[in-house]
Each structure stands twice: as C-alpha cells, then as structure tokens.
C-alpha cells in the first residue's frame, strides 16, 4: 500500500517521535481497549504494511469489510428501527402510530417496527395468571391470543411494512400468530417481511434460559427451513450479541461467541440438508454498540470480514448474498446511567453517530430516560430525532465507511478479527459453540469480564460521568 521509502520514513519518523516522548513522558500508561488489545500512542503507514489492500477492499466487494452495499447511504439510508411495545397491543398501536408520523421510516420509505412483549408474554403466561401480577405490559407489549396481534397490524398495508418480531423464543408461535392476522387481511406469508429474532440459545449470556441448546438449535432449523420454503422475503435468523455484551462481554467476546453461534446454526442447516446458498442470505445480525468508539467500528468491520469468510471458505457458499452480514446496531443501554440520566443524550447521540460511520443496515438508540423506566412519548421521538439529525446534518453518509484507511481503525480491525479468531479456535477445541453453553464456559467468562469491569467503575479506574 506504501512505498519502500515511506514506509522507512515512517518509521524513523515514529522512532525520533518516541524517543522524544518517552523522555518526557515516563510515567504514561500504555492504553489497550476494552477487550484488553495494546493500543500505539500514536499510528503511521508501518503499521499497516502489512495488511493487504484485498482485506480492506471496497465497499460492496468481498470480503465486505467497508460495507455489503457499493453505495450504502447514499443509495438508501440505514432502517431506524426504534424498539417499541408496552402495555396492551392498543398501546403499542398508539406508539407505534406516534413513531410513523415522526418519520420513523425503512428502506425507500417503507414503514418498519420493531416489537417487544413483556416478560409473561415471553415465558408463555397468560396476562391473568398470578405470576404475572405486577409484570403486564412492562418492557413490552402484552400478547395472549390471535386477537392481539389483530389489533396491533389492523390497517396496516403489511405487505410494504417490515416487521422485527423481537420477542426471544416466543417467535415459535408470535410468527404464525402474525402469519394469520395478515392473511385474514388479505396479504399471504410470502409477501411478508421482517424478521423473527429465532434466539433460542440466548441462555448462554441470560439467566432465563427455555430450551436446552442442543433442543434449541433444532428449532431455529425449523423455523429456517419453512421460511425458506413459505416466506422468501421474511429473515429466519438474527444472530443477537448485545445481550452477552449488555452481561458483560467485552467487543472480542461479543464478537468471537456470535460468530461461533452463526457457524453452529449454518452447519445444523447444513447437516439438515437445507441449501447454505438458500437460507444464508435471510440471515442477520443484531450488535451491541457501546461508548469505546473506535473499538465498537472495528469490531463491526472485522465482523462483516469474518462472516464472508467463513461461508465463503468454511461453508462453501457461492451466492454473493450469503456473504453478507447485514446488521441491526442496538446502541448499548449499559452505556446509560441512572444518575444524571440525561447525560444519556450526548451517549446516545454519540452512539449514534458512531453506528452510521460503522455502516450498520439498521439502528435502534435508546432512550435517555431507560435507565429508569419505559421511554416516553418526548424521549421516544427524540431518539428518532437522534438518527434524523445524524443522516440529514452531517456528512457521514456522503462516503461508503469514511473511516476506512486510517492507520489507527484498520490495525485495530486486524487485532479484533485475530483475537475473536483466537477464541473461535478455543471454542472449537472444545467441541463448538453448543458445547462451550452446555458446559458453560462462555457465562463463565462473561461473568468474569463482567466483574473486572465494574470493578474499575467502582475503584474509578473506569470513567463514568455522573456516576463516579
């Protein structure tokens, strides 16, 4: 990428710069990111020499470091995906209506939702039930029978919406319940499109596990191979990470569990006898973005490398769709206090900003006010207002990852995709992913990490504004 006489430039450059600094500066500690990866004080051209220009490549090109899409946002811009569902499915409606007049929009125009229900709703218990006492229509909408979900999509034109039914392991039957209401209004399930989240082996980073992994893992087949079949346009599959980096993970974790999760469920299809060209391409990733900028950039970068390469060479897939890791960016609402809670918007804003440079397909930004409670109606436009002024007020969007070529980002992008590596290969010693849950090496070392972060919070080696 550099000539032989910059690069030695370069490098005298960054060695008389050192010295000096050195000299100075004795007692600065050397700074390594969240994952614990050493970080230069400064960077130049010798510190990429080494990495082909193939890997940082194009966007829209293989192995789609830069981004899936040749013109990205300036062809169409990211989905703002504002996670949204309390109380009953009126109120749901309500906020839902409430997020479309504010212009919460998908690709070329089309509406998009993304729905929550509440925890009973998720464990499968009716609203009436005494367990449920105190837990309706909390963090999401209540949801017990067909009627429900009637009243939630009445009116709606479902066959240009996009609907993400972000509802765990309940989309086993959230998804048919959904496919009916449609027909009954006229749209059949193969003009159908969303997602459905398919997470059943989302114990590995949560304390509520519903199914034994191996049991799970059966499932999300299923669920893959009809909507193949039955919905062509419909997303089978969303790979989740933020829940075990909201536990604690660190970037590498987050990124080396998810990938070992994506290979499990490609080869169970496989083994299952479903075409990896045919179901890959309805594949998805929903990515935890927190406040170490640079870092949660890089790591999205090298996750778009990685997946392309690992169907590509691991899985042998052909379809240049299947390469593509097309990601929803949920901005991290551990990043978020309690305290001082709106300090919360410059996070969010921050946040952000930083998932629109990163390339993401889609973005939700928390609310400023979730460390206390369900957003409002003001706090709930306000993070639309967040990614409106992101896409129309800056110039982020001119250029397809405008960040590329920086000496700093594309080193740090090599360090996280060769240490998520690292971790897939341990993982791998062991048996894979399915196997690392059932012994439950992976909690372990979310509960550990989880630790040693806060940790540095409460002896204040950690900065956290408002809090210490």
Same mark, same amino acid.
């Given at each position: 990428?550099?000539?032989?006489?910059?690069?030695?430039?370069?490098?005298?450059?960054?060695?008389?710069?050192?010295?000096?600094? !050195? &000299?100075?500066?004795?007692?600065?500690?050397?700074?390594?990111?969240?994952? @614990?990866?050493?970080? #230069?004080? /400064? *960077?130049?051209?010798?510190?990429?020499?080494?990495?082909?220009?193939?890997?940082?490549?194009?966007?829209?090109?293989?192995?789609?470091?830069?981004?899936?899409?040749?013109?990205?946002?300036?062809?169409?811009?990211?989905?703002?995906?504002?996670?949204?569902?309390?109380?009953?499915?009126?109120? !749901? &409606?309500?906020?839902?209506?409430?997020?479309?007049?504010?212009?919460?929009? @998908?690709?070329?125009? #089309?509406? /998009? *939702?993304?729905l929550v229900l509440d925890h009973p709703s998720q464990c499968?218990?009716?609203?009436?039930?005494?367990?449920?006492?105190?837990?309706?229509?909390?963090?999401?909408?209540?949801?017990?029978?067909?009627?429900?979900?009637?009243?939630?999509?009445?009116?709606?034109?479902?066959?240009?919406?996009?609907?993400?039914?972000?509802?765990g392991d309940t989309c086993y039957y959230l998804l048919p319940?959904?496919?009916?209401?449609?027909?009954?209004?006229?749209?059949?399930?193969?003009?159908?499109?969303?997602?459905?989240?398919?997470?059943?082996?989302?114990?590995?980073?949560?304390?509520?596990?519903?199914?034994?992994?191996?049991?799970?893992?059966?499932?999300?087949?299923?669920?893959?191979?009809?909507?193949?079949?039955?919905?062509?346009?419909?997303?089978?599959?969303?790979?989740?990470?933020?829940?075990?980096?909201?536990?604690?993970?660190?970037?590498?974790?987050?990124?080396?569990?998810?990938?070992?999760?994506?290979?499990?469920?490609?080869?169970?299809?496989?083994?299952?006898?479903?075409?990896?060209?045919?179901?890959?391409?309805?594949?998805?990733?929903?990515?935890?973005?927190?406040?170490?900028?640079?870092?949660?950039?890089?790591?999205?970068?090298?996750?778009?490398?990685?997946?392309?390469?690992?169907?590509?060479?691991?899985?042998?897939?052909?379809?240049?769709?299947?390469?593509?890791?097309?990601?929803?960016?949920?901005?991290?609402?551990?990043?978020?206090?309690?305290?001082?809670?709106?300090?919360?918007?410059?996070?969010?804003?921050?946040?952000?900003?930083?998932?629109?440079?990163?390339?993401?397909?889609?973005?939700?930004?928390?609310?400023?006010?979730?460390?206390?409670?369900?957003?409002?109606?003001?706090?709930?436009?306000?993070?639309?207002?967040?990614?409106?002024?992101?896409?129309?007020?800056?110039?982020?969007?001119?250029?397809?990852?405008?960040?590329?070529?920086?000496?700093?980002?594309?080193?740090?992008?090599?360090?996280?995709?060769?240490?998520?590596?690292?971790?897939?290969?341990?993982?791998?010693?062991?048996?894979?992913?399915?196997?690392?849950?059932?012994?439950?090496?992976?909690?372990?070392?979310?509960?550990?990490?989880?630790?040693?972060?806060?940790?540095?919070?409460?002896?204040?080696?950690?900065?956290?504004?408002?809090?210490?």
């Amino acid at each position: 990428m550099f000539s032989e006489e910059t690069l030695k430039k370069s490098k005298e450059l960054k060695q008389e710069w050192e010295t000096k600094v !050195t &000299r100075r500066y004795r007692e600065i500690r050397p700074a390594q990111t969240l994952s @614990g990866l050493p970080i #230069n004080p /400064v *960077y130049t051209p010798d510190d990429i020499a080494h990495i082909d220009f193939e890997e940082i490549g194009i966007p829209g090109a293989y192995p789609y470091t830069r981004g899936i899409y040749p013109l990205h946002y300036q062809y169409q811009p990211w989905m703002m995906q504002q996670i949204h569902g309390y109380g009953l499915p009126e109120d !749901t &409606r309500q906020r839902m209506d409430l997020l479309k007049k504010g212009g919460m929009e @998908g690709y070329f125009g #089309n509406l /998009v *939702y993304n729905l929550v229900l509440d925890h009973p709703s998720q464990c499968g218990i009716d609203c009436d039930d005494p367990r449920a006492h105190g837990l309706v229509g909390v963090c999401g909408m209540s949801f017990g029978s067909l009627r429900d979900m009637e009243i939630l999509v009445e009116g709606l034109d479902l066959d240009k919406c996009n609907m993400s039914l972000i509802t765990g392991d309940t989309c086993y039957y959230l998804l048919p319940t959904f496919i009916v209401a449609a027909e009954k209004q006229g749209t059949p399930r193969d003009k159908l499109r969303g997602n459905s989240m398919n997470w059943p082996l989302k114990g590995f980073c949560m304390p509520n596990p519903v199914f034994p992994p191996r049991s799970g893992l059966k499932l999300m087949v299923q669920l893959i191979r009809f909507c193949t079949k039955e919905m062509p346009t419909w997303n089978t599959t969303n790979f989740i990470s933020y829940l075990a980096r909201e536990a604690g993970a660190n970037p590498v974790q987050e990124l080396a569990f998810i990938m070992q999760w994506a290979i499990a469920t490609i080869q169970a299809c496989v083994d299952a006898g479903l075409d990896v060209d045919a179901f890959a391409p309805r594949f998805g990733f929903q990515i935890s973005l927190g406040m170490h900028f640079f870092e949660d950039i890089a790591k999205i970068r090298a996750l778009r490398r990685m997946y392309s390469k690992i169907l590509k060479d691991r899985f042998g897939a052909t379809n240049p769709k299947a390469f593509y890791a097309r990601m929803h960016v949920h901005t991290s609402g551990g990043a978020y206090t309690a305290q001082q809670p709106m300090n919360n918007i410059a996070r969010g804003a921050i946040l952000a900003l930083a998932a629109a440079m990163a390339g993401t397909n889609s973005m939700n930004v928390c609310a400023y006010d979730e460390a206390l409670g369900i957003p409002t109606e003001e706090s709930h436009l306000l993070t639309l207002r967040t990614q409106q002024i992101v896409l129309h007020e800056t110039d982020v969007t001119c250029v397809g990852d405008p960040l590329a070529g920086s000496y700093y980002l594309e080193d740090l992008t090599e360090k996280i995709e060769k240490a998520a590596n690292g971790l897939i290969d341990k993982m791998d010693e062991v048996g894979g992913f399915v196997e690392a849950v059932e012994k439950g090496s992976l909690q372990g070392l979310i509960a550990e990490e989880s630790y040693r972060a806060n940790e540095e919070i409460r002896k204040g080696e950690r900065i956290h504004v408002g809090v210490n």
